[in-house]
């Protein structure tokens, strides 16, 4: 349908559509190249916990010591089974049979244990080595599916560590479908609510969706060629945060876009003003997240290193697309993307003044007649919610609390622990200097919560391996509980205090209880330095140095509303039993690093107004112009991020909540209301120490302001 309303000359008009068509072409070619990644990112992405601490962490040291005592790179699976009348001799026969013919199989070990019956003969366990240099969760799902036939009454199941790394595969296997397909949905629908339009929802989507593509072939090339490791939450945080990313700039423009062709006759020129308009505050946006997100470089554990490349690069991929793709879209669409209510060409309309904007006029109206009294309302409230912040739980959680619902491998370890020692199948490791092999054993066998400890043999002797013995203990909690952890953190306090040791604790609970460790360490780290990163953007962005300060303690204090509110879910209601120390890290970076992006598109354009017209008027005609789309991108990110809730793990749930509440409660109050507010109370003063501070207003009266806006 071609757009009437703009002319040119022919040549012109010619060049014109040319550049914005070899723009789609050159997309669409990238798109081809590069789309098909999204589905292989799986195939390069690790979830074995073991690869995410750094190799000085205590587990790691272990572990690579190890390999002199084992010659196999095995994790264990455990097959555990429960008959409430007692185990049968054709159940244990079973049991025998049915592993006996996997031993030596790929993926499996060359042999493996006896059924071994439980003391008060109602289960029985067999120990089955897994390789874990292969693919392990598929290792597991054949020896499920072998196990599936069990004689009627007899309860088996697959747990240990093998098995919940299966269940954690299962777990992320949604993020190429089920994660995409809620997330692409829920976008298209409030579009067409926000557009009341065919045709831009699809426009902006695919813009989305080529942002993903570049994106996830970036991160496939860099993982396969060792820079990154992509793990599955760096994958399905990469997804939700291309699309709510890529949707938010998508609306500035296209929101300022709509204004200039009512301003504007010619579509060309009034596009190419709201891309110049538009593309300061996306890119200092954008600049923004990327430099919070990077913070996570200086993490410990490389599953939160890596996040923050593969971050960045999603939100650069997004920038590229909505400021390059979506203009050349809209150029060649006019006025007919916005069908079937096209914007007129009114010049003597104006977007800003409310004509166009009524509901946010009112609102600007409002705030402006007593910006007092509402600052200090909403920071009361928002006070309120951040009272409950220290009542958070983010200590650390068990293995087998990191999915939503029951898995096999929670359902093992729970039968297992109602029949054995829970830490059979899953030992403890020290390794220790071999004259103070026996003193190590000892106090290893002293600690409680130790069920049993043996130094590794070899023959009848101990096995020394370059002046180095190793004991195996047994723990009597489950070995992905947290007690199990405090035993551990005991062991290694125990075997510290003997001499000339040099002992070192490791194991998959170990690996726990480091990467536990870690996380507090770098939650402690990184918090303050994003603060100061953002802090220094929002100062070279704004000429200024009080209302950076202000938009980033009113960032922050939005982010403790949040926190305090989610303590009194989760600990309540929704009875988690915790949350991991990283949940709190990756909300906060997410939300001061996106949650300050409505502020940059605020105060940029009271900025731009404010030059022009003061900070009073500048900051009412601003907070018009821009109420409705920074809105409707906190509702578009805080349903995508919402989205990350389909995959069923606590941790992915944990933080959809927060960020999506978050970036709600910073784009319905803390922008809407508090900034504004305090901006309207300070006045000019705001852009202290910048020469816009001390530039005399015409007059500052509410009732002036109100009339001339």
């Not at 595969?169 to 976008?187: R, W």
Request: negative net charge; proline residues 6%.
């Amino acid at each position: 349908m071609p757009d009437k309303t703009d002319s040119s000359p022919r040549p012109t008009r010619k060049l014109r559509w040319l550049i914005p068509a070899l723009l789609l072409l050159a997309w669409l070619i990238v798109g081809g190249i590069t789309g098909p990644f999204a589905g292989k990112l799986a195939s390069v992405a690790s979830n074995d916990s073991s690869s995410f601490l750094p190799a000085s962490a205590e587990s790691t040291q272990v572990q690579n010591l190890l390999a002199d005592f084992q010659d196999t790179d095995e994790i264990p699976g455990i097959v555990i089974a429960e008959r409430s009348g007692g185990i049968t001799p054709g159940d244990l026969e079973f049991l025998r049979t049915t592993t006996s013919e996997v031993a030596g199989q790929p993926g499996f070990g060359p042999a493996v244990s006896p059924p071994i019956p439980s003391q008060d003969g109602q289960a029985a366990q067999v120990f089955v080595p897994i390789d874990s240099a292969g693919e392990p969760a598929d290792t597991v799902e054949i020896l499920r599916d072998k196990l599936a036939d069990a004689p009627d009454g007899l309860t088996v199941a697959v747990t240990g560590p093998a098995g919940q790394v299966a269940d954690l595969g299962e777990a992320f296997a949604g993020i190429d479908g089920l994660l995409l397909l809620v997330a692409g949905t829920v976008v298209i629908l409030i579009l067409i609510v926000v557009y009341r339009s065919p045709i831009l929802p699809f426009v902006v989507l695919i813009s989305a969706v080529f942002a993903l593509g570049l994106a996830s072939g970036l991160v496939y090339f860099l993982t396969k060629q060792g820079v990154l490791d992509l793990n599955g939450q760096s994958q399905g945080i990469l997804f939700i945060l291309v699309f709510g990313a890529a949707t938010d700039y998508a609306l500035l423009l296209v929101s300022r876009y709509r204004e200039e062709l009512i301003a504007t006759e010619d579509k060309y020129a009034a596009l190419r003003q709201a891309w110049r308009a538009t593309i300061e505050p996306v890119a200092a946006s954008a600049g923004t997240v990327i430099a919070g997100v990077l913070c996570l470089m200086l993490s410990d554990l490389n599953s939160n290193k890596s996040l923050g490349p593969v971050a960045a690069i999603g939100i650069l991929a997004s920038f590229l697309a909505s400021m390059t793709f979506l203009p050349a879209a809209l150029a060649l669409l006019g006025r007919t993307a916005f069908w079937p209510l096209r914007p007129r060409y009114a010049p003597q309309t104006s977007a800003d003044s409310g004509a166009t904007h009524r509901l946010w006029k009112r609102i600007a109206d409002t705030v402006a007649s007593k910006p007092r009294a509402i600052w200090a309302g909403t920071l009361i409230l928002l006070l309120i919610g951040a009272a409950f912040a220290p009542t958070f739980k983010a200590d650390g959680i068990a293995s087998t609390d990191f999915f939503m619902g029951s898995v096999e491998s929670v359902e093992g370890a729970e039968i297992q622990a109602r029949h054995f020692d829970a830490g059979s199948g899953t030992p403890t490791y020290v390794i220790a200097d071999q004259g103070a092999g026996t003193a190590v054993l000892d106090a290893v066998r002293a600690t409680d919560g130790v069920a049993g400890a043996e130094l590794i043999t070899e023959g009848s002797a101990p096995m020394v391996r370059d002046g180095k013995v190793a004991v195996t203990a047994t723990l009597t909690d489950n070995a992905e509980s947290l007690a199990t952890q405090d035993t551990v953190a005991d062991i290694r306090s125990a075997v510290g205090q003997v001499p000339n040791a040099n002992a070192l604790v490791g194991g998959t609970t170990a690996i726990d209880l480091d990467t536990r460790e870690t996380s507090i360490h770098d939650r402690n780290l990184i918090i303050p330095i994003v603060l100061i990163v953002v802090f220094l953007v929002l100062v070279a962005l704004l000429r200024s140095v009080l209302a950076p300060a202000i938009l980033l303690a009113t960032t922050v204090l939005s982010f403790a509303t949040t926190l305090g509110v989610a303590a009194l879910l989760f600990n309540g209601p929704f009875g988690f039993p915790g949350a991991d120390p990283v949940v709190p890290l990756f909300a906060f970076v997410f939300l001061v690093a996106l949650g300050i992006d409505y502020n940059i598109f605020l105060m940029t354009r009271v900025r731009e107004e404010a030059l022009r017209h003061g900070t009073r008027i500048g900051m009412i005609r601003g907070l018009t112009a821009t109420g409705g789309v920074i809105t409707s991108a906190g509702v578009v990110l805080a349903a995508t991020f919402a989205a990350l809730a389909v995959i069923p793990l606590l941790f992915l749930v944990q933080v959809a909540f927060l960020v999506a509440f978050g970036v709600l409660v910073d784009t319905l109050i803390v922008r809407t209301l508090l900034v504004p507010a305090l901006t309207l109370d300070i006045g000019r003063k705001i852009w202290w120490p910048s020469a816009l501070a001390k530039r005399e207003e015409e007059d500052t009266t509410p009732e002036s302001v109100l009339e001339r806006a």
